[in-house]
């Protein structure tokens, strides 16, 4: 007997951005869903968890369908982990994330909320998949990354995620006829460059606005940055083992006792 | 003409504990310190970065000593952000985390911030170190741990950090004397099993804490785990390329036109 694979479905934008219900009607088609994902936006909030205040959780009904959906006032890790031990009766076939409203790519991953849910599913020992399409606007258009984000799913159902492995998907803000195909990719050298907005209050104190510039520093082709630049969807095989085994033993020929 | 180095001073519990005064006062003995720290403590909140509202920085006086102290709003990244573009005149030398009231080994470095702000100052190419006490208690005893993070920092200026990479230092909560040395190590493979503590508010509804066990899976002796159980300190060389580099080879061989 096959049983429909049961998928978990979150975000970072919140429940009700188009991004996430783009990806539940996606994966409505491929198996059984559940949707736990934060009652708000949680952009740039990283692998937050919440450890020091409580946390709550309403079913609530934003589209139609049989979906259970709940509404989350923690982290996108915060759901993973309650989505996981107090909802789902089983452990999900696999974990999606997203679709987030502005790309994921290259040192991105390190600040993604839609990646950390992805990783905690990934370090729970699920199947997960984060999936970004490069336009932050509300009203993006999520056509193609709707139709590829199932394609990659059905894959990865199919094949199985290698151990230890998350997949971190960007779609590029192309309508679906000028997307060249998927790439597997490694994540770009790239980093912000912040320039703080200061002002003052009414009252005359200074405050900031965190501002910037991302600068790709990788001239690589084999680099998501290159792919995305070129109206490929981008696939990069994240790890949360973030050990520089490279640079173990340059450590070791460090004498502590001089 | 040699300069003295200058280093740059934050954690994640807060500008006023004991584990990053411990860390200043030990830095200062190295070369001239500048502190921007949370004004409050900021645990679990990985790698996250204050976009949606405003950040404010404060000068304050917490010990005596001629070190420039600012008090921050926001999270450690953002604090290692200020500190770069608004407060220091030059790239500090080295940046140094901590030293943080809890561990931070094995797949803790993903929920920390006291890990996050090295990372932060790691991409933005300044050498930098997050220091960790096993002891989760407001009042450890940070004597020991403050001789060694002195060593380890001098002999990371005296040798460079490996580019691209970020040290996780944790040091095992015992006396110095039966501390038995300092090793080179790798993330052991570990993970929280989640216990929510669900509760009723006063008005019947649920609501839940986050508590854990936690479980190191890993039977390596090269672990930052096994290295804390035998009394030595463990230095892990942690990097921000995320990428599983050894899984694109099976990813390249899923075919997506199937």
């Not at 909320?113 to 998949?129: D, K, R």
């Not at 792919?227 to 990069?236: D, G, K, R």
Request: hydrophobic share 35%.
């Amino acid at each position: 007997m096959s049983k429909k694979p049961l998928i978990l479905v979150t975000n970072d934008d919140g429940i009700t951005a188009p991004g996430i219900r783009a990806l539940i009607e996606a994966m409505k088609t491929l198996g059984d869903v559940v949707v736990v994902a934060p009652d708000s936006p949680q952009s740039g909030m990283g692998h937050a968890i919440t450890v020091n205040s409580t946390l709550h959780l309403d079913r609530v009904t934003i589209d139609q369908g049989d979906q259970p959906e709940y509404s989350c006032s923690g982290t996108p890790a915060d759901c993973v982990k309650l989505a996981v031990r107090e909802i789902m009766d089983r452990q999900p076939d696999i974990c999606v994330s997203g679709i987030n409203h502005g790309a994921n790519s290259s040192i991105n991953v390190i600040y993604s909320g839609t990646m950390s849910a992805a990783l905690e599913a990934g370090i729970e020992g699920i199947p997960a998949i984060g999936f970004s399409l490069c336009n932050y606007n509300y009203n993006a258009n999520f056509d193609a990354a709707k139709h590829y984000a199932k394609q990659i799913v059905a894959k990865a159902l199919a094949e199985g995620i290698p151990k230890d492995v998350v997949l971190n998907v960007n779609f590029p803000d192309v309508p679906q006829k000028d997307i060249k195909g998927i790439r597997i990719c490694r994540q770009a050298k790239a980093n912000w460059i912040e320039e703080f907005d200061k002002r003052q209050t009414p009252h005359g104190k200074d405050y900031y606005w965190l501002t910037g510039t991302f600068v790709n520093q990788d001239n690589g082709q084999d680099t998501d940055e290159w792919a995305l630049e070129n109206n490929y969807i981008s696939i990069v095989p994240v790890q949360f083992d973030l050990t520089a085994h490279h640079s173990i033993q340059t450590l070791n020929s460090w004498d502590f006792n001089d």
